[in-house]
């Protein structure tokens, strides 16, 4: 780091400077000149480097060549690298010339004290080596790039409480702190200096009520031994020597990204003069620390699946069972959320009307020396509103949540609107984790769309940039009732399925023309009769449907462009699945369980039961379905969710939830 300080030396008695190893200190010598003076020599002792910069054209030269004319322009640089063992240890001395004169005209001494000091901080995450120089006041992105990260300490590592770990000004159990990133102020020169000299740990007033810091003053083993120094209204700290050289502290995120704070905080050292008795203290240096706090990060389907989660309630026990075993072959983690917990809301991932509430997004954060996941609560709530709060936030679990100040929130607002695509190239650019897409309206409509709040919060993320999709033509208007991914060993390394009418009709008019126009859909539904069969013929001939899925196919198709383009995607890496849709109050549900909307964990795929037309004893929609996705080593798992999920306009996807293992490629390697 390179501060300059201007030092004024005198003729009538020697001057003394505290100068920081490896900074620039400028020695003025115009203030107090001989008269006659036409140049001027300049020496010093041994570690004392001395430059002169006869202008800004000319490079520095090193001063202790030659005489040097005695020119307005002129600045003499003086730099120390080692710290001083004793006070004044060292000095630079300048004499005075004419041409006139064999002796020098006169002499003037400035004695130095060096000291070193610097806030550090892990930099190089991991990526650099050590000895590499850096810009600690800059944050640079990239695998070349560098700054400290910080992580929002939003999980809770003491069992024994309910509140988040970042809630107050105390460390309650040793395991939080491997949630903090270290910061370490080392600080090498006289002790004696020290006695008349402070060193002040300091932010602003904005930063410290993002972050907050912690001063080890005691044996590292105690929570008691960690102060809270900076936070809060806690600004500025002096910071006592206590364990000699080296100063440890611990610093931990209190805001994610989000609308008016790009994530970016500063502290900084500043060594103060207080040995003059009438005047006020002077700044000698200042040093300074950028972290960038990790945005959280969602993951896709394609990700490798670690635990899913689904509710029991009064009519869903086959469905558990069926999601049980799912969870089973794809060898992860079952978490059932009991029905005195969940309050017979069944929608952990989506939901539209009561009891159906959308309710989280799992996604985690990470920094070079931690990960954990993070849930993402959604501003919706339903009976399931403390679900994420009380059984998901934990030790290494974390928890975020948003809401519009007025409580305003629509259907939209559910997390089953909340997807992300897989690492995807468009129009020439990188996205190595997805983007994020939401469901919105049409430019310039006043239709349905996610609250602000939320909006601010993922586009603030900076590393899944958000793409908004038209969604406001859907009843529940969630973008995973018409899309999905599932992995692919092959092209892009996934799929992107898309509910489609047209696929659906074809699908209806091949089998009619083969002699099957009254197989029939629904047969074998279980339910109080409320479900009638129609027959392939009846849905072929009947123009209100037909006319209405013409519509929706327009809008699947209005969002299949815009996939395309802000992803990079061909045709190739779209598959068509077929499904139909129903009018009610003008807006569109799945006329039969949606078949996109499924659960992947892998190469398993549980996916809702369509009771589509049976022909030589095989449901056609399901044989269709595993002929587009079976080549590509995918496994088909039909799931029965009519009664306890499709009648209540959700399905598969939206009555579960999974945790995923995070990206492999670290997001600060990437550039926005």
């Known amino acids: 780091m390179s501060l300059q300080r201007i030092v004024r030396v005198s003729l009538e008695h020697p001057t003394s400077a505290v100068c920081v190893a490896g900074v620039e200190t400028i020695v003025d010598i115009y203030g107090s000149v001989p008269e006659g003076t036409e140049m001027f020599e300049v020496y010093g002792t041994p570690g004392v480097d001395i430059y002169v910069c006869p202008s800004l054209e000319r490079s520095r030269e090193r001063a202790d060549t030659r005489r040097w004319h005695f020119d307005e322009g002129l600045e003499i640089v003086v730099v120390m690298n080692s710290p001083s063992n004793d006070l004044n240890d060292s000095h630079v001395q300048i004499a ?54 910080l992580l929002v300490n939003c999980d809770r590592d003491d069992r024994g409480r309910e509140a988040q770990d970042n809630c107050d000004e105390h460390v309650h159990c040793l395991q939080d702190l491997e949630d903090m990133s270290l910061m370490v102020l080392r600080t090498q020169g006289p002790a004696a200096l020290f006695e008349d000299h402070r060193l002040i740990l300091h932010t602003s007033s904005s930063d410290a009520a993002r972050a907050r810091v ?96 689904v509710c029991r309630v009064r009519n869903n026990t086959s469905f558990v069972e069926a999601v049980a075993e799912l969870a089973r072959k794809a060898g992860c983690k079952l978490t059932v959320c009991p029905q005195t917990e969940n309050r017979n809301d069944r929608w952990i991932q989506l939901g539209v009307s009561p009891p159906g509430q959308d309710e ?34 934990g030790q290494d679990f974390g928890y975020v949540t948003r809401e519009p100040r007025d409580r305003s929130v629509s259907g939209l607002d559910s997390f089953g609107n909340l997807e992300v695509s897989p690492p995807v190239v468009a129009n020439g650019k990188e996205y190595p984790l997805g983007r994020i897409l939401i469901g919105g309206n ?80 629904f047969e074998g539904v279980a339910g109080d009769g409320r479900v009638r069969t129609i027959s392939i013929n009846q849905v072929l001939s009947n123009e209100n449907l037909i006319s209405f899925n013409k519509f929706v196919q327009s809008c699947i198709d209005w969002n299949r462009e815009v996939l395309k383009r802000e992803l990079g995607l061909a045709e190739r890496d779209i598959i ?32 809702p039961k369509p009771f589509g037309p049976v022909i030589d004893g095989r449901c056609c929609l399901e044989e269709r379905v595993r002929a587009l996705l079976e080549p590509l080593g995918l496994h088909c798992t039909f799931i029965d969710d009519f009664t306890p999920y499709h009648m209540l306009h959700g399905e598969v996807h939206c009555g579960t939830n999974v945790r995923r293992q995070p990206f492999s490629f670290k997001w600060w390697h990437m550039e926005p």
């Open 96 to 149: 005075y010339h004419s041409s006139h004169e064999s002796l020098p005209l006169a002499y003037a001494v400035l004695y130095l004290t060096c000291v070193d000091i610097a806030l550090d901080c892990d930099l190089n995450r991991g990526d650099r080596r050590d000895g590499d120089f850096v810009d600690k006041r800059q944050w640079v992105w990239g695998p070349g790039g560098h700054g400290a990260i």
């Open 214 to 309: 912690f001063h080890l003053c005691g044996p590292e083993d105690e929570c008691a031994a960690y102060r809270c120094v900076l936070g809060g209204d806690k600004v500025s700290y002096e910071v006592p020597r206590l364990h000699g050289d080296q100063e440890r502290f611990l610093v931990e995120g209190l805001s994610f990204p989000d609308a008016g704070f790009p994530g970016l905080l500063s502290f900084h050292v500043t060594l103060l003069d207080d040995s003059n008795e009438d005047f006020s203290e002077a700044p000698v240096f200042t040093d300074t620390v950028l972290f960038r706090v990790a945005p959280w990060i969602m993951t896709p389907s394609t990700q490798p699946p670690l635990e899913v989660y």
């Open 360 to 393: 989280m997004e799992l996604g985690y954060v990470q920094a070079p020396h931690k990960t954990f996941p993070v849930v993402f609560d959604s501003p919706r709530n339903g009976e399931l509103q403390d679900f994420p709060h009380k059984r998901i936030l």
């Open 442 to 521: 049409l430019p310039g409509s006043s239709g349905r769309r996610v609250t602000q709040v939320v909006r601010d919060f993922l586009h603030a993320q900076k590393v899944q940039p958000p793409v908004e999709l038209f969604v406001d033509w859907l009843a529940v208007g969630h973008v995973d009732e018409f899309l999905s991914f599932v992995p692919a060993p092959d092209g892009k390394g996934f799929r992107m399925l898309l509910a489609s009418p047209g696929a659906c009709f074809r699908l209806f008019q091949e089998r009619k023309k083969r002699g099957h126009g009254r197989a029939l859909l």
């Open 576 to 607: 068509d699945i077929p499904q139909l849709f129903k009018s009610e109050r003008r807006k569109a549900t799945a006329f039969f369980p949606d078949l996109v909307n499924m659960l992947v964990l892998g190469r398993h795929l549980g996916i």
